[in-house]
Protein backbone atom coordinates (compact mmCIF):
# COMPACT_ATOMS: atom_id res chain seq x y z
CA UNK A 1 0.00 0.00 0.00
CA UNK A 2 0.96 3.84 -0.14
CA UNK A 3 0.49 6.03 3.53
CA UNK A 4 2.08 9.19 3.75
CA UNK A 5 2.60 11.42 6.80
CA UNK A 6 3.41 14.44 7.81
CA UNK A 7 2.22 16.52 11.17
CA UNK A 8 -1.37 18.11 11.36
CA UNK A 9 -0.04 21.39 12.47
CA UNK A 10 3.12 23.39 13.49
CA UNK A 11 3.28 26.52 14.86
CA UNK A 12 6.57 29.10 14.50
CA UNK A 13 7.95 32.59 14.89
CA UNK A 14 8.41 35.05 12.31
CA UNK A 15 11.91 35.22 11.55
CA UNK A 16 12.73 31.06 12.64
CA UNK A 17 13.28 28.49 11.32
CA UNK A 18 10.81 25.47 10.98
CA UNK A 19 11.52 22.06 9.52
CA UNK A 20 8.43 20.26 8.37
CA UNK A 21 8.85 16.37 8.29
CA UNK A 22 7.21 13.77 6.16
CA UNK A 23 7.59 9.83 6.61
CA UNK A 24 6.09 7.48 3.60
CA UNK A 25 5.92 3.81 2.55
CA UNK A 26 4.99 3.35 -0.79
CA UNK A 27 4.70 0.53 -3.60
CA UNK A 28 8.06 1.76 -5.28
CA UNK A 29 9.97 5.62 -5.64
CA UNK A 30 10.68 7.76 -8.06
CA UNK A 31 10.98 10.92 -6.55
CA UNK A 32 9.53 13.11 -3.52
CA UNK A 33 7.59 16.30 -3.79
CA UNK A 34 6.71 19.33 -1.83
CA UNK A 35 3.97 21.73 -2.53
CA UNK A 36 2.52 24.77 -1.02
CA UNK A 37 -0.89 25.73 -0.55
CA UNK A 38 -2.43 29.02 0.61
CA UNK A 39 -5.79 28.69 1.75
CA UNK A 40 -8.45 28.61 -0.66
CA UNK A 41 -5.82 28.44 -3.60
CA UNK A 42 -4.42 25.78 -5.38
CA UNK A 43 -0.94 23.86 -4.48
CA UNK A 44 2.28 25.17 -6.04
CA UNK A 45 5.62 23.68 -6.55
CA UNK A 46 8.56 24.26 -4.31
CA UNK A 47 10.77 20.98 -4.89
CA UNK A 48 11.82 18.23 -5.42
CA UNK A 49 14.04 15.28 -4.66
CA UNK A 50 15.25 12.28 -6.22
CA UNK A 51 18.72 11.29 -4.63
CA UNK A 52 19.36 11.25 -0.97
CA UNK A 53 20.90 14.66 0.36
CA UNK A 54 19.91 18.00 0.54
CA UNK A 55 18.82 20.42 -2.05
CA UNK A 56 18.32 23.93 -1.40
CA UNK A 57 16.65 26.76 -3.06
CA UNK A 58 17.00 30.27 -1.37
CA UNK A 59 15.15 30.70 1.93
CA UNK A 60 13.62 26.77 1.33
CA UNK A 61 15.87 23.39 1.85
CA UNK A 62 14.22 19.98 1.55
CA UNK A 63 16.14 16.72 2.61
CA UNK A 64 15.89 12.64 1.31
CA UNK A 65 16.88 9.69 2.64
CA UNK A 66 15.32 6.66 0.70
CA UNK A 67 16.27 4.16 3.33
CA UNK A 68 14.96 5.42 5.91
CA UNK A 69 11.85 6.67 3.60
CA UNK A 70 12.32 10.28 5.45
CA UNK A 71 12.12 14.20 4.27
CA UNK A 72 12.19 17.24 5.43
CA UNK A 73 10.84 20.47 4.64
CA UNK A 74 13.40 23.33 6.12
CA UNK A 75 12.21 26.74 6.07
CA UNK A 76 14.38 29.67 7.19
CA UNK A 77 13.95 33.18 7.55
CA UNK A 78 10.34 32.71 8.36
CA UNK A 79 7.85 35.20 6.76
CA UNK A 80 4.29 36.02 7.62
CA UNK A 81 3.26 34.88 4.05
CA UNK A 82 4.89 31.41 4.57
CA UNK A 83 1.55 30.46 6.63
CA UNK A 84 0.02 27.47 4.54
CA UNK A 85 0.00 23.97 3.92
CA UNK A 86 2.50 22.17 2.88
CA UNK A 87 2.17 19.05 1.28
CA UNK A 88 4.47 16.23 1.02
CA UNK A 89 3.73 13.56 -2.79
CA UNK A 90 6.16 10.87 -3.54
CA UNK A 91 5.95 9.69 -7.39
CA UNK A 92 5.35 5.36 -7.43
CA UNK A 93 7.47 3.33 -8.85
CA UNK A 94 4.70 3.07 -11.89
CA UNK A 95 5.31 6.47 -12.17
CA UNK A 96 2.24 7.34 -13.33
CA UNK A 97 0.75 9.28 -10.51
CA UNK A 98 1.75 11.21 -7.01
CA UNK A 99 0.41 10.02 -3.59
CA UNK A 100 0.01 13.44 -1.53
CA UNK A 101 0.40 13.50 2.09
CA UNK A 102 -2.42 14.80 3.88
CA UNK A 103 -0.54 17.95 4.26
CA UNK A 104 0.96 19.97 7.42
CA UNK A 105 -0.54 23.41 8.30
CA UNK A 106 1.74 26.09 9.44
CA UNK A 107 1.36 29.19 11.14
CA UNK A 108 3.95 31.83 11.33
CA UNK A 109 2.90 34.16 14.35
CA UNK A 110 4.87 37.92 14.69
CA UNK B 1 4.88 30.11 -21.66
CA UNK B 2 2.16 27.53 -20.03
CA UNK B 3 -0.55 28.33 -18.48
CA UNK B 4 -3.93 26.19 -17.12
CA UNK B 5 -7.21 27.62 -17.11
CA UNK B 6 -10.08 26.03 -14.84
CA UNK B 7 -13.29 27.54 -14.25
CA UNK B 8 -15.92 27.96 -12.66
CA UNK B 9 -14.16 28.95 -9.93
CA UNK B 10 -17.31 28.19 -7.21
CA UNK B 11 -20.40 26.35 -7.86
CA UNK B 12 -23.12 25.69 -5.67
CA UNK B 13 -25.88 22.88 -6.68
CA UNK B 14 -28.41 20.50 -5.78
CA UNK B 15 -28.14 17.24 -4.92
CA UNK B 16 -28.75 14.66 -8.20
CA UNK B 17 -28.06 17.62 -10.72
CA UNK B 18 -25.39 17.42 -13.74
CA UNK B 19 -21.67 18.61 -13.46
CA UNK B 20 -19.28 19.48 -15.82
CA UNK B 21 -15.54 21.42 -14.63
CA UNK B 22 -13.64 22.10 -17.86
CA UNK B 23 -9.93 22.42 -17.57
CA UNK B 24 -7.72 23.59 -20.45
CA UNK B 25 -3.55 24.16 -20.97
CA UNK B 26 -2.25 26.73 -23.12
CA UNK B 27 1.48 26.76 -24.44
CA UNK B 28 2.01 22.87 -24.45
CA UNK B 29 1.39 19.91 -26.60
CA UNK B 30 0.35 15.85 -25.25
CA UNK B 31 0.65 16.70 -21.09
CA UNK B 32 -0.55 14.66 -18.82
CA UNK B 33 -3.46 15.92 -17.20
CA UNK B 34 -4.99 15.02 -13.55
CA UNK B 35 -8.06 15.70 -11.78
CA UNK B 36 -8.16 15.72 -7.75
CA UNK B 37 -10.08 16.42 -5.10
CA UNK B 38 -9.83 17.80 -1.94
CA UNK B 39 -12.05 17.76 0.32
CA UNK B 40 -11.89 20.14 3.55
CA UNK B 41 -9.36 19.76 5.50
CA UNK B 42 -7.93 16.63 3.57
CA UNK B 43 -5.25 15.80 1.29
CA UNK B 44 -5.50 15.68 -2.37
CA UNK B 45 -7.32 12.41 -3.73
CA UNK B 46 -6.67 11.57 -7.66
CA UNK B 47 -9.68 10.63 -9.21
CA UNK B 48 -8.56 10.54 -13.35
CA UNK B 49 -5.21 10.89 -15.58
CA UNK B 50 -4.98 10.86 -18.66
CA UNK B 51 -1.78 10.64 -20.87
CA UNK B 52 -3.38 11.53 -24.10
CA UNK B 53 -6.42 12.01 -26.46
CA UNK B 54 -9.52 9.39 -24.99
CA UNK B 55 -7.31 8.07 -22.80
CA UNK B 56 -8.76 8.28 -19.25
CA UNK B 57 -7.70 5.97 -16.21
CA UNK B 58 -9.76 6.34 -13.02
CA UNK B 59 -8.48 6.08 -9.67
CA UNK B 60 -11.36 5.95 -7.56
CA UNK B 61 -14.39 4.13 -8.30
CA UNK B 62 -17.30 6.75 -8.05
CA UNK B 63 -20.37 8.38 -9.66
CA UNK B 64 -17.82 10.81 -11.56
CA UNK B 65 -15.96 10.70 -15.19
CA UNK B 66 -13.52 12.17 -17.40
CA UNK B 67 -13.52 12.70 -20.80
CA UNK B 68 -10.29 14.42 -22.60
CA UNK B 69 -11.99 15.26 -26.10
CA UNK B 70 -9.01 16.98 -27.58
CA UNK B 71 -5.19 16.93 -26.68
CA UNK B 72 -5.12 19.81 -23.85
CA UNK B 73 -8.97 19.87 -22.32
CA UNK B 74 -10.01 17.98 -19.73
CA UNK B 75 -13.26 17.33 -18.34
CA UNK B 76 -15.17 16.31 -15.04
CA UNK B 77 -18.67 14.93 -15.42
CA UNK B 78 -20.94 13.62 -13.15
CA UNK B 79 -25.17 12.87 -14.27
CA UNK B 80 -26.14 13.14 -10.75
CA UNK B 81 -24.32 14.77 -7.59
CA UNK B 82 -23.96 13.57 -4.26
CA UNK B 83 -23.54 15.46 -1.29
CA UNK B 84 -20.61 13.61 -0.66
CA UNK B 85 -18.91 15.22 -3.86
CA UNK B 86 -18.65 18.20 -2.19
CA UNK B 87 -14.96 19.87 -1.83
CA UNK B 88 -12.55 21.24 -3.83
CA UNK B 89 -11.43 20.33 -7.31
CA UNK B 90 -7.93 20.91 -8.88
CA UNK B 91 -7.12 20.33 -12.33
CA UNK B 92 -3.40 19.76 -12.94
CA UNK B 93 -1.01 19.08 -15.81
CA UNK B 94 2.61 17.48 -16.16
CA UNK B 95 4.68 17.70 -19.35
CA UNK B 96 6.03 14.64 -19.98
CA UNK B 97 6.32 12.74 -16.94
CA UNK B 98 8.84 15.22 -15.32
CA UNK B 99 7.29 15.30 -12.31
CA UNK B 100 6.45 18.99 -11.74
CA UNK B 101 2.71 19.35 -11.51
CA UNK B 102 1.12 22.74 -12.53
CA UNK B 103 -2.48 23.21 -10.83
CA UNK B 104 -5.27 25.10 -12.06
CA UNK B 105 -7.07 27.63 -9.30
CA UNK B 106 -9.54 25.07 -8.64
CA UNK B 107 -13.31 24.95 -8.62
CA UNK B 108 -14.96 24.75 -4.64
CA UNK B 109 -18.03 22.46 -5.28
CA UNK B 110 -20.65 22.94 -2.84
CA UNK B 111 -23.70 20.31 -3.12
CA UNK B 112 -27.21 21.49 -1.31
Known amino acids: GQNIDQPTEMTATEGAIVQINCTYQ??????LFWYQQHAGEAPTFLSY????GLEEKGRFSSFLSRSKGYSYLLLKELQMKDSASYLC???????????FGPGTRLSVLP | SQTIHQWPATLVQPVGSPLSLECTVE??????LYWYRQAAGRGLQLLFY??????ISSEVPQNLSASRPQDRQFILSSKKLLLSDSGFYLC???????????FGSGTRLTVV
Open chain 2, 92 to 102: AWELQRQGIYT
Open chain 1, 26 to 31: TSGFNG
Open chain 1, 49 to 52: NVLD
Open chain 1, 89 to 99: AVRDNYGQNFV
Open chain 2, 27 to 32: GTSNPN
Open chain 2, 50 to 55: SVGIGQ
